[in-house]
């Protein structure tokens, strides 16, 4: 009796989860990168700390997100996950910095310098490549 009670419950709570996925359009996404071998510190940390960090960082952390270092990043923030590892389609980071939906884009408006698609494509590759 308690499994079919719990099973509508999981399955309300994972769509709920997802739905926020679902409401952009991946395809708009710019495709991730073909270099191979990424990792944070090299490759990501430097676009982060360009367009990022002044409100994910060690100082400022909105929405209890921080991207400075490679397992706050990971963490993620109050929303929860933010990287998808191995799958950036799915990776709530991406949509932001891709700016897919207009009320999340990061950075926000007069706040920094969006994302350029090759940046947003490294990011993308260094996601589906594992997100070391």
Known sequence: MKAIV???????????????????DVSKLPPAATKTGLTFDKDIKPIFEKSCVKCHGAEKQKGKLRLDTLEASLKGGENGESIVKGNSAKSPLVHTIARLDPDSAMPPDGKGDPLTKEQIGIVRAWIDQGAK
């Open 6 to 24: 719990i099973l509508p419950l999981l399955t309300a709570i994972s769509a709920a989860v997802s739905l926020s996925a679902a409401d952009v």
